[in-house]
């Protein structure tokens, strides 16, 4: 009696979401429904994670060599379901035999069909932007470049969130010429995405309640360039590379306003990793497209990069910045009083400079021990890490007291750049001390029972209430790691 009332339809129903929620976890991507999701699974599948991360270190190495060209893993959106390859883990069998032996002994009747149709979020279609040839605004292939759009609703109808893509940079021709073969370089592998318990993109009230029914846009990345650059290229065999990141920022914003972003009332300009300093890098010029009664933000999620030496002694990291700024141009976007006052040019890339100038209001969600900072910027493979350092870089919690010392001189470096967003009334903060890269875009960071918490407020509390000017002083600095219990070891790596 009491299985049977435990997998009443409505139970069964939300075990089910659960469950396939928890799945599509190991595919790597944020899930929807990630709110939903078990925490004893969630549990289980990031212990199996970390596990296999401390066993394949090697692994570790090869990714990280590939990390500087492809930036963060792409794309932070969920595919339709026959996109994605089928896991081969015990799980796929296992927990639903298990579930239908129960129900099966527990049930009176005969099986409903209802009880097992869990209809899949909806996904958000791929749109290609109009006249981008004409425009000269295409993908580093020539393709045109493309977005998400999914229509606001009710008191949302006319306030807009737009979203720029991350993932890396590419500084040399081959880099960018490899990124051809990926949606961070073409369109002809861009697919339609979900939105649904991604975080700040979410449609759900109770896990994004400041912005769940606003329109939403997801800028895809294709340039290398942060949105930036404006230049052509040859690559080795002969082809033209197209850099021409700051054309297509411009026309993919154009065409929105045409599609109803010029009636907005409110609108909030967003991007995570290479995509946070595309925020940054564009923050005052999508300002300056609204009149001055159109409440326009700003916020930078993971996207304040720092120029330290790495632990080789060595700035490996400038040297890809250098790369990135010369080969495709990008010092049209850049702080004109930087340029007269600062050398070298790809100094003023760098986003401790470029919020000097900053007019606009600005939220910046970064980690202080940023994990992607950590692994290609701190312990980039250029600088030939021992297995201590390899072990380290893979989970914080592996680091032993040398190591981090030296990660918390990196943090005083960041927290040391924020000093200048003091006097900023309207600028707001959150930096955190998890061990975690992009947390708007995951539902588990963004507003969930384990996300990450400084004065008492999760990220989306706290963003919210900046946005809003519900609060003064959005502006929290975290302690150095380990001290904040609330930085799960499930938060995302």
Not at 392 to 399: E, L, P, S, T, V
Not at 408 to 422: H, I, S, W, Y
Request: aromatic share 10%; charged share 20%.
């Amino acid at each position: 009696m009491v299985v049977a009332k435990l997998f009443s339809a409505p139970r069964f129903g939300g075990y089910l979401r659960n469950y396939f929620a928890s799945r599509q976890l190991t595919r790597g991507r944020v899930v929807s429904g990630v709110h939903e999701t078990s925490p004893n699974l969630l549990q289980q599948y990031f212990r199996a994670s970390n596990r296999r991360r401390n066993q394949t270190i090697s692994v570790s190495r090869a990714r990280d060599a590939t990390a500087m060209a492809l930036g963060t893993t792409e794309p932070l959106l969920l595919q339709p379901p026959e996109q994605r390859r089928r896991p081969p883990d015990w799980l796929a069998w296992g927990l639903p035999a298990a579930v239908l032996t129960l129900l099966l002994l527990s049930a009176s009747g005969p099986l409903r069909p209802p009880l097992f149709r869990v209809p899949p979020p909806e996904t958000v279609p791929l749109t290609l932007l109009a006249g981008a040839q004409e425009k000269g605004a295409v993908c580093l292939d020539g393709t045109p470049p493309g977005y998400h759009l999914q229509r606001g609703s009710g008191d949302g109808s006319n306030r807009w969130l737009i979203h720029l893509e991350g993932g890396g940079w590419c500084s040399t021709i081959k880099d960018c010429s490899n990124r051809r073969m990926y949606a961070l370089g073409s369109s002809n592998f861009m697919k339609p995405m979900r939105f649904a318990g991604a975080g700040i993109l979410g449609s759900d009230q109770l896990q994004n309640p400041d912005f769940y029914n606003w329109n939403k846009v997801f800028v895809r990345y294709c340039d290398g360039a942060s949105f930036s650059g404006d230049a052509e290229g040859r690559a080795q065999d002969g082809s033209t590379l197209h850099f021409r990141g700051l054309r297509i920022y411009q026309a993919v914003i154009d065409e929105l306003m045409e599609k109803g972003l010029n009636n907005a009332t409110q609108a909030l300009l967003t991007g995570c990793s290479a995509g946070g300093l595309a925020t940054i890098l564009h923050c005052d010029d999508f300002s300056a497209r609204f009149s001055r009664d159109v409440s326009v933000k700003c916020l930078a999620d993971a996207g304040f990069f720092l120029d330290v030496k790495d632990i080789s002694g060595k700035r490996s990291f400038w040297s890809v910045y250098d790369g990135v700024v010369h080969l495709q141009n990008v010092r049209e976007v850049l702080p004109k009083d930087c340029l007269a006052n600062k050398e070298p040019t790809e100094v003023c890339f760098f986003p401790a400079e470029l919020i000097k100038s900053i007019r606009t209001p600005m939220f910046i969600l970064n980690s202080a021990y940023d994990s992607w900072q950590i692994r290609n910027v701190l312990v980039p493979v250029s600088s030939a890490p021992d297995k201590p350092w390899s072990i380290c870089k893979d989970n914080i919690r592996n680091c032993n007291s040398t190591q981090i010392k030296v990660l918390d001189a990196f943090r005083n470096t960041m927290v040391g750049a924020f000093k200048v967003v003091e006097d900023k009334e309207d600028w707001g903060l959150f930096i955190d001390s998890c061990f975690t890269h992009c947390q708007s875009l995951y539902g588990i960071s963004w507003n969930s029972e384990i996300s990450p918490r400084l004065g008492n407020k999760s990220i989306a509390e706290a963003a919210g209430d900046w946005y809003h000017g519900r609060s003064q002083g959005e502006k929290e600095i975290d302690c150095e790691y380990p001290c904040n219990p609330t930085c799960s070891g499930q938060l995302p790596p």
